[in-house]
């Protein structure tokens, strides 16, 4: 079946940093991917979106490109700040109303 | 601008005891899922309804039941509470074909 991983965490970075989290897919079909992020006590919020191969989401600076010869969509911010701390998710829409796949979530701290 | 509301926010049950669960979203999305989130398992699929008038499992629906009351709203009924079931709750909805889900803030439920 469809799945998604992505890199273990938790990720620590001081502020301005680059920021890389992997996320590869497998699925049958021609996906849409997602990137979710998670803020402490909240629930997810989407971030960004690509629904076709070489598409490139981008949101508050975080981009990711869609790869169909690699089947990844690698979450990328060139300088990250405190409030950039959270979790990430990277996740899948299979198609037509089947739910999301998500990966285990990925957690960053950005410190001062 | 109330998207999906959950409640309760917190609940904190006995062993056996029984609870239910409301969502509700205002943006007359078709469908609508529930999930629980556990650390280092990152979001489960519990159960989802495609449409109202249909549910059907997800992941892990053992110890759980779904009503999909009406287009908006969409309850999760713990029948005999287990410590297991310890977790947080998350509510989501989407529209038709690809669009992203949009999530509650989560229900934060402790089984003693």
């Known amino acids: 079946g469809d799945s998604v991983t992505q890199m273990e965490g938790p990720v620590t970075l001081s502020e301005e940093a680059f920021l890389t989290i992997n996320c590869t897919y497998t699925?049958?079909?021609?996906?849409?991917l997602f990137w979710y992020v998670q803020y402490p006590g909240e629930g997810l919020q989407l971030l960004l979106k690509a629904t076709k191969a070489d598409d490139k989401g981008s949101n508050k600076g975080f981009e990711a490109t869609y790869r169909k010869e690699t089947t990844s969509f690698h979450l990328e911010k060139g300088s990250v700040q405190v409030s950039d701390s959270a979790v990430y998710f990277c996740?899948?829409?299979?198609?037509?109303?089947?739910?999301?796949?998500f990966g285990k979530g990925t957690r960053l701290s950005v410190i001062a | 601008n109330a998207g999906v509301t959950q409640t309760p926010k917190f609940q904190v049950l006995k062993t056996g005891q029984s609870m239910t669960l409301q969502c509700a979203q205002d943006?007359?999305?078709?469908?609508m899922y529930w999930y629980r989130q556990d650390p280092g398992m990152g979001l489960r699929l519990i159960y989802y309804?495609?449409?109202?008038?249909?549910?059907d499992k997800g992941e892990v629906p053992n110890g759980y039941n779904v009503s999909r009351l009406n287009k908006r709203e969409f309850s999760l009924r713990l029948e005999s509470a287990a410590p297991s079931q310890t977790s947080v709750y998350f509510c989501a909805s989407t529209g038709t074909g690809e669009q992203p889900q949009h999530f509650g803030d989560g229900t934060r439920l402790s089984i003693l």
């Open positions: 943006m007359n999305h078709n469908s």
């Open positions: 309804s495609a449409s109202e008038g249909t549910t």
């Open positions: 996740a899948l829409a299979p198609g037509g109303n089947t739910p999301l796949v």
């Open positions: 699925a049958t079909g021609y996906p849409s």
